[in-house]
Nanobody, 126 residues
Framework: QVQLVESGGGLVQAGDSLRLSCAAS????????MGWFRQAPGKERAFVAS????????LYKDSVKGRFTGSGTNEKNVMYLQMNRLKSDDTAVYYC???????????????????WGQGTQVTVSS
């Protein structure tokens, strides 16, 4: 089992920054990937960014490239998402996710991730 707890969400204005944290515990050494998804009201949960632990490579959703930066610890127990130049379109519940399943490419859909946090709300006012 892997437990994930997100923090760092809040209400900000457009152009501001936030840093989300995901604290992982349990069988974290068994995870291959850890990432962030978000779900806006009335929309499906969507990929934001994910790290492949073995290489440290992070894949980003196109619309956040250059604004969001992910990072993680070597122990695989914390992942961060630094979000700069926030826009109203970034408003959503942000979820941390991890998977103990191996994939040849970084998974960008919901199904491959078998562990999820409870989510943290990010609201960007324009």
């Amino acid at each position: 089992q892997v437990q994930l707890v997100e923090s760092g969400g809040g209400l900000v204005q457009a152009g501001d920054s936030l840093r989300l944290s995901c604290a992982a515990s349990g069988r974290t050494p068994s995870t291959y990937f850890m990432g962030w998804f978000r779900q806006a009201p009335g929309k499906e949960r969507a990929f934001v960014a994910s790290i492949r632990w073995s290489t440290g490579i992070i894949l980003y959703k196109d619309s956040v490239k250059g604004r969001f930066t992910g990072s993680g610890t070597n122990e695989k127990n914390v992942m961060y998402l630094q979000m700069n130049r926030l826009k109203s379109d970034d408003t959503a519940v942000y979820y941390c996710a991890a998977t103990t399943n191996y994939y040849s490419t970084i998974p960008t859909s919901v199904d491959p991730y078998n562990y999820w946090g409870q989510g943290t709300q990010v609201t960007v006012s324009s």
